[in-house]
């Protein structure tokens, strides 16, 4: 009989890690800097925390299917090379502030204390030069109040060879 009772215990928890599985996240990922080669982002390692982060020219940054990024409230992304974003509809790529405990959990450790809103982040910028390919791509809480920073909703484009589809801009500023 205790062979019996430890295997439903055991169907149970696994059932149970099945269910709730997809609630748990990783520990974040924290990145800044520049990017100088080429360099792939995981579902497994997100979400990425990051903080004044550039990809250099001839960098290609590739972001996986389920990849959440993060940034605070001053901070802005720049493209100098390629960032490559292409989500799925089951597993789209998410750019969103650092208080957005919906996507990616709770990254600054603070429960329900803060909450995200427009213009928690600034933009991802592209230069001249640079290439960006978003697809099932998630933009939300982006943009600023500030009036020496451009309100762009996620995305500023300085000569950049841009593409989106399927993509979304959701409370940016």
Same mark, same amino acid.
């Given at each position: ?22 609630? !748990? ?89 803060? !909450? ?7 933009? @991802? ?24 920073? !451009? ?12 593409? @989106? ?9």
């Amino acid at each position: 009989m205790p062979i019996t009772m430890n295997w439903r215990i055991f169907r149970l928890a696994w059932i149970f890690f099945l269910l709730f599985a997809g609630w !748990v996240h990783a520990a974040p990922t924290y990145v800044s800097g520049a990017i100088t080669s080429n360099t792939t982002w995981t579902e497994a390692a997100s979400p990425y925390v990051v903080s004044g982060v550039s990809v250099a020219p001839g960098a290609t940054l590739t972001l996986e299917p389920g990849v959440v990024i993060k940034s605070s409230w001053s901070d802005r992304f720049v493209v100098n090379g390629n960032l490559l974003a292409n989500g799925t509809p089951e597993k789209k790529i998410y750019f969103t502030s650092i208080y957005d405990d919906e996507a990616g959990g709770d990254s600054n450790a603070d429960g329900s204390t803060t !909450v995200p809103a427009p213009g928690n982040w600034v933009h @991802i910028v592209f230069n001249a030069g640079s290439t960006g390919q978003f697809a099932n791509t998630v933009f939300r809480y982006a943009g600023s109040s500030f009036s020496f920073q !451009v309100s762009s909703a996620g995305i500023y484009n300085l000569g950049g060879n841009i593409s @989106i589809t399927g993509s979304e801009f959701y409370k940016n500023a």
